[in-house]
């Protein structure tokens, strides 16, 4: 048995063991030049403003209309740990506030569910744990009290806000978590909307807080730039309500518009349906994120008959009353596209070819003309290029070289009615917009700038490129053929806006499905020009009025309907978006004398 000396001792000897040797370390760690004191260093950053996105008007205080903007807010976390081990006493209350009080207060300031919010707290084991973004201040007053609530972290951020809601959302695109962006106008000019992060470096105690006292080194962040549109939200909004309102009237399953300047090509309203919410994209089906004005190819149809008659007539080759055969089996043609039911006089002019959308009389002027010079024209109106507008995923359409023996024989009346080549609506809408501006095409662009805080426009690029692709006499005799198509006897009397004149063309394309055209399955088209600019507003003006828009319409249809042809469906669309458009941007009619009471502007019709 050990005795009691040793009983006393043997402790006693083992502590000095532990004393001597926990000495020695301390000193060894004293001595070691790379363990000075403990490192406390931290660095964090700073986030960025995202820059805001501006439409071209201008709101009631005289400052660009915002359509998205990066407001202050508060990203929200819970450590249950940290909650049950605090005691929360309110003022004035003996006992302290429970666990369930606590969640009670959390989901009422947040809007969250109380029940999900009760079992977070349950989860010790997870000790940050997200509740929300707010940027509710009243919310943020409360959870950061210690008197109401404990364990809820807040870290200040920025929440991205569409105030026009899914209106303009393949424009505008959306934003990820990362605060990167992931469509649009939004991913486009992501750098630029971005800005720079700051930087904060300094020290902390052993519990992690700040210590400002030591020189804590900030680098301010650097705020993104904003972007100007060229869009008109007022414009817009009569765009997508038409569109989405004529999609279900006449039965179709998707549909796009674009509203052009015809002067300068920007763009002053462009919509696709489906659509969807912007803060949303990450989760929305694909179809609706896609952009068919810009993203979406397609056989255009008869609205390409125009082209093909403007380079043909621009070259000489044929007249407004140059005369053609409307027999489909006339003999020096191949396999010429026939005109359906219609039944036509023995003879047609190529200007009631335009009027009455002859497939017979155009695809004979095409496959005479040739396909090099057809070809050749066509490029120049800017088909089988894409246009630069400033948005992602533009599509440049298929147009085969035939000087690379790329077209058949039946390619050469087919091209010229639409058929056998692809388009995007865009494109369209710059070639009619060509039109509009007596033969020059001006490249279509959205975007007018992006300014940084000190007011420098940084988007570096040279002015819109312009090209003329006819002549000014060819353009002015084109859109007075077109003038025919909006009236008694053309294909889209419909389309006629009271008190205006229009320059359009319909297109109503069969849709080929794994290389056979389906029978019964469309895409209706309607593209205009208001004014028309080939006529004047009084007997005494010296210049007719000139060209003001053009809008493009396209209704894809799935299923069968009477509507499908462009003049019934598209054109009524069309008519109300432009009288509409003509109210906004308060053009004078050029028909004064179809408005019973001149002095007001046509208001929207709906069938």
Same mark, same amino acid.
């Given at each position: 048995?050990?005795?009691?000396?040793?009983?006393?001792?043997?402790?006693?000897?083992?502590?000095?063991?532990? %004393?001597?040797? !926990?000495?020695?370390?301390?000193?060894?760690?004293?001595?070691?030049?790379?363990?000075?004191?403990?490192?406390?260093?931290?660095?964090?950053?700073?986030?960025?403003?995202?820059?805001?996105? /501006?439409?071209?008007?201008?709101?009631?205080?005289?400052?660009? /209309?915002?359509?998205?903007?990066?407001?202050?807010?508060w990203t929200y976390h819970l450590d249950p740990v940290a909650m049950t081990n605090a005691t929360v006493r309110?003022?004035?209350? #003996?006992?302290?506030?429970?666990?369930?009080?606590?969640?009670?207060?959390?989901?009422?300031?947040? #809007?969250? @569910?109380? +029940?999900?919010?009760?079992?977070?707290?349950?989860?010790?084991?997870?000790?940050?744990?997200?509740?929300?973004?707010?940027?509710?201040?009243?919310?943020?007053?409360?959870?950061?009290?210690?008197?109401?609530?404990?364990?809820?972290?807040?870290?200040? =951020?920025?929440?991205?806000?569409?105030?026009?809601?899914?209106?303009?959302?393949?424009?505008?695109?959306?934003?990820?978590?990362?605060?990167?962006?992931?469509?649009?106008? &939004?991913?486009?000019?992501?750098?630029?909307?971005?800005?720079?992060?700051?930087?904060?470096?300094?020290?902390?105690?052993?519990?992690?807080?700040?210590?400002?006292?030591?020189?804590?080194? #900030?680098?301010?962040?650097?705020?993104?730039?904003?972007?100007?549109?060229?869009? @008109?939200?007022?414009?817009? /909004?009569?765009?997508?309500? $038409?569109?989405? #309102?004529?999609?279900?009237?006449?039965?179709?399953?998707?549909?796009?518009?674009?509203?052009?300047?015809?002067?300068?090509?920007?763009?002053?309203?462009?919509?696709? /349906?489906?659509?969807?919410?912007?803060?949303?994209?990450?989760?929305?089906?694909?179809?609706?994120?896609?952009?068919?004005?810009?993203?979406?190819?397609?056989?255009?149809?008869?609205?390409?008959?125009?082209? =093909?008659?403007?380079?043909?007539?621009?070259?000489?080759?044929?007249?407004? @009353?140059?005369?053609?055969?409307?027999?489909?089996?006339?003999?020096?043609?191949?396999?010429?596209?026939?005109?359906?039911?219609?039944?036509?006089?023995?003879?047609?002019?190529?200007?009631?070819?335009?009027?009455?959308?002859?497939?017979?009389?155009?695809?004979?002027?095409?496959?005479?003309?040739?396909?090099?010079?057809?070809?050749?024209?066509?490029?120049?109106?800017?088909?089988?290029?894409?246009?630069?507008?400033?948005?992602?995923?533009?599509?440049?359409?298929?147009?085969?070289? +035939?000087?690379?023996?790329?077209?058949?024989?039946?390619?050469?009346?087919?091209?010229?009615?639409?058929?056998?080549?692809?388009?995007?609506?865009?494109?369209?809408?710059?070639?009619?917009?060509?039109?509009?501006?007596?033969?020059? $095409?001006?490249?279509?662009?959205?975007?007018?700038?992006?300014?940084?805080?000190?007011?420098?426009?940084?988007?570096?690029?040279?002015?819109?490129?312009?090209?003329?692709?006819?002549?000014?006499?060819?353009?002015?005799?084109?859109?007075?053929?077109?003038?025919?198509?909006?009236?008694?006897?053309?294909? %889209?009397?419909?389309?006629?806006?009271?008190?205006?004149?229009?320059?359009?063309?319909?297109? =109503?394309?069969?849709?080929?499905?794994?290389?056979?055209?389906?029978?019964?399955?469309?895409?209706?088209?309607?593209?205009?020009?208001?004014?028309?600019?080939?006529?004047?507003?009084?007997?005494?003006?010296?210049?007719?009025?000139?060209?003001?828009?053009?809008?493009?319409?396209?209704?894809?249809?799935?299923?069968?309907?009477?509507?499908?042809?462009?003049?019934? !469906?598209?054109?009524?669309?069309?008519?109300?978006?432009?009288?509409?458009?003509?109210?906004?941007?308060?053009?004078?009619?050029?028909?004064?004398? &179809?408005?019973?009471?001149?002095?007001?502007?046509?208001?929207?019709?709906?069938?």
């Amino acid at each position: 048995m050990i005795g009691e000396n040793a009983r006393f001792w043997i402790p006693v000897a083992v502590l000095c063991c532990i %004393a001597a040797y !926990s000495g020695q370390k301390l000193v060894r760690t004293h001595l070691d030049e790379t363990i000075r004191e403990p490192n406390y260093d931290f660095k964090a950053e700073i986030p960025s403003s995202r820059g805001a996105i /501006y439409d071209s008007s201008i709101d009631g205080n005289g400052d660009p /209309y915002p359509l998205v903007k990066s407001t202050p807010c508060w990203t929200y976390h819970l450590d249950p740990v940290a909650m049950t081990n605090a005691t929360v006493r309110m003022k004035g209350e #003996k006992t302290p506030r429970t666990v369930k009080a606590m969640a009670r207060t959390i989901a009422d300031m947040l #809007k969250l @569910d109380y +029940p999900k919010v009760l079992a977070m707290t349950e989860r010790t084991s997870r000790r940050y744990q997200f509740l929300a973004v707010s940027d509710n201040q009243r919310a943020h007053d409360v959870l950061t009290n210690p008197q109401y609530v404990a364990g809820v972290i807040a870290e200040e =951020t920025n929440r991205r806000r569409y105030f026009e809601g899914t209106r303009l959302a393949h424009v505008l695109g959306g934003v990820n978590a990362e605060n990167n962006g992931s469509s649009g106008v &939004e991913q486009r000019f992501n750098k630029l909307l971005r800005g720079i992060p700051g930087q904060m470096t300094g020290k902390r105690d052993a519990r992690g807080n700040v210590l400002w006292s030591k020189n804590v080194v #900030k680098i301010e962040a650097v705020p993104g730039a904003d972007v100007r549109l060229t869009v @008109d939200h007022r414009i817009q /909004y009569v765009v997508e309500e $038409r569109l989405a #309102k004529g999609i279900e009237e006449y039965g179709a399953a998707t549909g796009w518009c674009v509203v052009l300047d015809a002067e300068t090509g920007k763009v002053l309203a462009l919509a696709s /349906y489906p659509t969807f919410y912007p803060p949303d994209f990450g989760h929305v089906d694909e179809s609706a994120k896609l952009n068919r004005v810009t993203g979406f190819t397609y056989e255009p149809g008869s609205v390409m008959k125009v082209i =093909t008659a403007a380079v043909a007539m621009d070259d000489g080759f044929v007249r407004p @009353d140059s005369v053609y055969s409307t027999d489909r089996f006339e003999e020096g043609y191949y396999k010429l596209p026939g005109d359906g039911s219609h039944v036509w006089n023995p003879t047609m002019t190529v200007e009631e070819a335009i009027v009455h959308s002859s497939n017979i009389v155009i695809g004979k002027l095409g496959y005479s003309f040739g396909p090099l010079k057809l070809y050749a024209g066509m490029t120049r109106f800017g088909f089988g290029s894409r246009t630069g507008i400033e948005l992602p995923g533009e599509e440049a359409g298929i147009l085969r070289d +035939p000087n690379k023996r790329m077209w058949d024989k039946a390619t050469w009346s087919r091209a010229a009615i639409g058929q056998g080549i692809a388009v995007t609506a865009l494109q369209v809408a710059s070639a009619y917009q060509a039109l509009a501006n007596d033969g020059v $095409r001006v490249a279509p662009r959205i975007v007018e700038g992006v300014v940084d805080a000190e007011g420098r426009d940084l988007l570096e690029r040279p002015p819109p490129e312009s090209v003329r692709v006819v002549s000014v006499a060819t353009a002015r005799e084109m859109r007075r053929m077109m003038l025919g198509v909006a009236a008694p006897g053309g294909t %889209a009397r419909r389309a006629a806006v009271k008190g205006y004149s229009v320059a359009g063309k319909t297109g =109503t394309a069969q849709k080929a499905v794994g290389g056979t055209y389906v029978p019964g399955l469309y895409r209706a088209t309607f593209c205009g020009i208001v004014p028309s600019g080939v006529e004047r507003r009084d007997p005494d003006d010296a210049n007719p009025a000139k060209p003001r828009i053009v809008a493009l319409v396209t209704l894809d249809f799935e299923e069968r309907t009477k509507f499908h042809q462009g003049g019934n !469906s598209s054109g009524p669309i069309f008519r109300d978006i432009a009288a509409e458009t003509m109210r906004i941007l308060e053009v004078e009619p050029d028909r004064p004398d &179809e408005i019973e009471e001149f002095g007001g502007y046509p208001t929207l019709v709906v069938d």
